[in-house]
């Protein structure tokens, strides 16, 4: 019933800019916790940011800090990634991810993501 759908990922030089998509359905963004991770080849998928369910604090890895701004519209139901000067180590499989953590605060680890979308790549050149 969950269901979520990156979007917005593409070809940028660095120092460029592009904004992911998370387009959501079957949940109210209100009552989940809702984080970006990203995946580069024979890397570990990690964390870059998260958004908290019921207050929308957000957190930040250190190396996407200042450069990436996540954000919620809870009318298109859709959360963004915005994310400014990349750098060419930003180069990464980009998925969204929700659990239904309504007051924690999020986290920017794989647990307890429960529910992906299929991911959208961003390839900044070098």
């Known amino acids: 019933q969950l269901q979520l759908v990156e979007s917005g990922g593409g070809l940028v030089q660095p120092g460029g800019s592009l904004r992911l998509s998370c387009a959501t359905s079957g949940f109210t963004l209100d009552n989940y916790a809702i984080g970006w991770f990203r995946q580069a080849p024979g890397k570990e998928r990690e964390g870059v940011s998260c958004?908290?369910?019921?207050?929308?604090?957000?957190q930040y890895a250190d190396s996407v800090k200042g450069r990436f701004t996540i954000s919620g519209d809870n009318a298109q139901n859709t959360v963004y990634l915005q994310m400014d000067d990349l750098k060419p180590e930003d180069t990464a499989v980009y998925y969204c991810a929700a659990t239904d953590w309504q007051f924690r605060p999020c986290v920017l680890r794989r647990m307890p993501y429960d529910s992906w979308g299929q991911g959208t790549q961003v390839t900044v050149s070098s």
């Open positions: 958004i908290d369910g019921s207050d929308r604090k957000t």
